[in-house]
């Protein structure tokens, strides 16, 4: 069955986990990328803060953190869990899709619970529960917003993020949301959800193109690259930037009033503690636990940004 709770969508409930009880400890790895931009920092954040908590909450439960670099770096930390700590559950926020995805399956394969977070794998049906943002949604919102900031079409550029599914989800969701508005995607390049990668894709964009309208920069990391390479240039042709995630910085130029930032959309970085918490739970007790949880996007503008501004959050 499905069951919709506040915030989420799609919660299907079937079997639970293998349960921590009689004294025995119950090993679970998570294993994320490291803070390599601005949302990948709050993910981090939330996690340590997450395991820490739960290790008091639950006495029968250990945890393993790692980050990584790179998907090297990442399906090396994987192997080591399971060789060297034996682990019961795996979360695993992917670095990218494909090199993660053989890893995970083994790991799933001999017998542990997997939890995957955002970045799903190149195989369905591996993990026994997704936690992910609504990533399609994602892109609907955002391209929503720009077909009614846009009525009368434009030229537009794109940054796309990291290859990964869900980055393929939110630029279907964008495209389709803009179809028949009148507004042409005239370039698009990946950014990788980096500052510094952004800045440079957009420098080539504004040296490729005379007129560019706006800028669906789909992360607000790459939006401030982006509006970087904009100034660095002098270009004021360009009408606004659209970002996500629901970075403060960016959450407080929309509250502003900020015409090249005049909204957001929503993807919390705190979904890994989500993801981490149901995965304790379901190796705690009988609660059926498996099956995928989905946070959705909301569009933030100047009349509701206050509600979405966490002045002490570290992203």
Known sequence: MKMMLAGCTALTLTAGAVLAQDGETKVIGVSIPAATHGWAGGMNFHAQE??????????NLDFVLATASDPGKQVNDIEDMVATRNI?????????????????QAV???????????????????????????????????????????????????????????DNERVEGFESAIEGSGIEIIDMEHGNWNRDDSFNVMQD???????????????????????????????????????GAGMKEMVKRVMDGDAMIPADVTYPPSMIATAIEMTAVGMTSNAPVSGTFTIGSVLITQDNAEQFYYPDSPF
């Not at 019961?88 to 090199?99: G, K, N, T, Y």
């Not at 949604?137 to 955002?142: E, H, M, P, Y």
């Not at 007129?211 to 606004?240: C, E, H, K, P, T």
Request: charged content about 20%.
């Open 50 to 59: 997450t395991v820490e908590r739960l290790e008091q909450v639950y006495p």
């Open 88 to 104: 019961d559950a795996l979360v695993v926020l992917p670095f990218e899709s494909d090199p993660l995805t053989p890893p995970v």
């Open 108 to 166: 799933a394969e001999g017998g542990a619970w997997v939890t995957v977070v955002d970045r799903g794998l190149s195989v369905e049906g591996i993990e026994d529960l997704y936690v992910a943002g609504d990533n399609p949604g994602f892109g609907r919102v955002s391209g929503e917003y720009m077909a009614s900031q846009m009525p009368d079409g434009g030229k537009i550029v794109v940054l796309r993020g990291i290859p990964t599914t869900i």
């Open 205 to 243: 964009f504004l040296s490729k193109h005379e007129q560019i309208d706006a800028v669906w920069a789909s992360d607000d990391d790459m939006a401030v690259g982006v509006l970087a390479a904009i100034d660095a240039a002098g270009r004021d042709d360009i009408q606004f930037v659209l970002g």
